[in-house]
Nanobody
Framework: QIQLAQSGGGFVHSGGSLRLSCAAS????????IAWFRQAPGKEREGLAC????????KYADAVRDRFIVSIDKARDIVYLQMNNLNPEDTAIYYC?????????????????WGQGTQVTVSS
């Protein structure tokens, strides 16, 4: 059974950076794309970034394209989300998820398996 364990997150001041990690089980990253999402209080879940398991190609939401970077360490089965130039609007619970396929098309619609979520809080 696929399991995703998240780490990272926390509190940072506006303009700061954080890195989130998503450790997958059973060589998940060999077969399934991994995506990052967030949900802020009172808002819908938002797809942020995705990395393909076949060629490590990436997709980003416009809101984070120039600030967030998704990467993968296949040897360790870990996907990272480097978040730079954070602002208070980035405050949310962040989730990683494995998709149903190895490609990222449509990742915004959600994942098949989810990590436990991690809080990111950005102060002004």
């Amino acid at each position: 059974q696929i399991q995703l364990a998240q780490s990272g997150g926390g509190f940072v001041h506006s303009g700061g950076s954080l890195r989130l990690s998503c450790a997958a089980s059973q060589r998940t990253t060999d077969y399934y794309a991994i995506a990052w999402f967030r949900q802020a209080p009172g808002k819908e879940r938002e797809g942020l970034a995705c990395i393909s398991s076949s060629d490590a190609s990436t997709k980003y939401a416009d809101a984070v394209r120039d600030r967030f970077i998704v990467s993968i360490d296949k040897a360790r089965d870990i996907v990272y989300l480097q978040m730079n130039n954070l602002n208070p609007e980035d405050t949310a619970i962040y989730y990683c998820g494995s998709l149903a396929n190895y490609w990222c098309a449509g990742f915004e619609w959600g994942a098949k398996k989810w990590g436990q979520g991690t809080q990111v809080t950005v102060s002004s």
